[in-house]
């Protein structure tokens, strides 16, 4: 099965500062991977898509499949980014379904 | 279009109760998935129903089953309740043949 690891379950930062929120992944195949971004109060939407390989609100995510990892990141992080972010994975026979990190809290600090 | 909907916000039941959980998706899509979303976990995959057919089953037991209507809505059903079973119940819809799947707001189920 795929698995997704997100190791911290919490980050803080002050504005203005970079970012990096860390995924490492497991599918031996070519997987669909994705950030999924949770505001307070809000629904899980998605942030981005790594084969679409743009820039969402400043944030990015490239794959590297020699360390099998999806890391987001911003260079200069705003106090609006304060959210809950999974990170997930697809492919194979199980398209369609979404295989989810535990997810990272970050906090943007004024 | 309201996107995904889902009834009720919260529930309450007791252990050995079964409940019954609904989802409307947003319009134009087919496909819906539910997923379990346990206190500090990421959501789980429980089963993905498209053309009223379950199409893909995470690694749930019998106890947690499903439907599609025509309409595309969605119902999970979950028998036998267990207190494990306390979660947040999240739909998740998409249009086949498209990858991004749009979230409800999720039912809290309160197993006690």
């Known amino acids: 099965a795929q698995r997704v690891t997100q190791p911290e379950k919490l980050l803080s930062v002050f504005k203005g500062a970079p970012v990096e929120l860390k995924c490492n992944y497991s599918?031996?195949?070519?997987?669909?991977l994705f950030w999924y971004v949770q505001y307070s109060r809000q629904r899980l939407q998605l942030l981005l898509r790594?084969?679409s390989r743009e820039s969402i609100k400043g944030f990015t995510a490239d794959l590297n499949k020699g360390e099998t990892s999806f890391h987001l990141k911003k260079p200069f992080a705003q106090e609006e980014d304060s959210a809950m972010y999974y990170c997930?994975?697809?492919?194979?026979?199980?398209?369609?379904?979404?295989?989810f990190g535990r997810g990272t809290q970050l906090t943007v600090w004024p | 279009d309201a996107g995904v909907t889902q009834s009720p916000t919260h529930l309450i039941k007791t252990r050995g109760q079964q409940v019954t959980l609904r989802c409307s998706p947003k319009?134009?899509?087919?496909?819906v998935s539910w997923y379990q979303q346990a206190l500090g976990q990421g959501p789980q995959f429980i089963f993905q129903?498209?053309?009223?057919?379950?199409?893909q089953r995470g690694n749930f037991p019998d106890r947690f089953s499903g439907h599609q209507f025509p309409n595309y809505s969605s119902e999970l059903n979950v028998n036998a309740l267990l207190l494990g079973d306390s979660a947040l119940y999240l739909c998740?819809?998409?249009?086949?043949?498209?990858?991004?799947?749009?979230f409800g707001p999720g039912t809290r189920l309160t197993v006690t």
């Open positions: 599918y031996s195949g070519s997987p669909e």
């Open positions: 319009s134009g899509h087919d496909t």
């Open positions: 790594h084969i």
């Open positions: 998740a819809s998409k249009a086949s043949g498209n990858y991004e799947q749009y």
């Open positions: 997930a994975s697809e492919g194979g026979s199980t398209l369609g379904r979404l295989y």
């Open positions: 129903y498209y053309e009223e057919e379950e199409r």
